[in-house]
């Protein structure tokens, strides 16, 4: 072999070695920057999931408060029923009672007439009154699952592109 052939072999052993050198800190890299991508994505997956793992606790959360308020009110509404029950009972026996004490046919009609009136007049403010206490028990009742559904509505609007 002469000095210029073993030149030439030195020359490719070296620019082979650079080129394995090089390859291989490339391939380090690219091993290195996918780990580390590997690791922030399922970080990002873990964080993700208990975003919703947590969402769907505070959606439970407000299902539960939400039937708490229902039995609540459901409650009120029966007691509130149950009292105007017997108050009416009540006033119905007092009326007959007082029916009874007529003397005459015309007193007996404006009694009549009077008790009439006055059991129109208290159903009416009676129905006006539960339908208040109902208004107002659906709005409470709702209120823990509204929220809830401007928690994901807001949710997903951070996922909007």
């Known amino acids: ?80 029923i149950s009292a105007f029950s017997k108050k009416s009972f009540e006033d119905t026996v007092t009326a007959a009672q007082d029916f009874a004490s007529a003397k005459t046919m015309t007193e007996l009609f404006e009694k009549q007439t009077a008790f009439a009136q006055s059991a129109f007049e208290g159903w009416l403010h009676q129905a006006t009154k539960m339908n208040e206490i109902m208004a107002a028990a659906a709005k409470d009742i709702t209120a823990p699952l509204g929220q809830r559904m401007s928690a994901a509505s807001n949710a997903m609007k951070g996922f909007a592109l």
């Open 1 to 80: 072999m002469t000095t210029k052939t073993t030149r030439a072999a030195t020359e490719n052993v070296e620019q082979g070695a650079d080129i394995t050198k090089d390859m291989t800190a490339k391939l380090g890299s690219f091993v290195t920057d996918t780990q580390k991508n590997m690791t922030e994505n399922l970080e990002k997956f873990s964080k993700g999931f208990e975003g919703v793992a947590s969402f769907q606790q505070d959606n439970v959360e407000a299902v539960v408060k939400s039937s708490e308020i229902a039995a609540k009110a459901f409650e009120g509404i029966g007691s509130e």
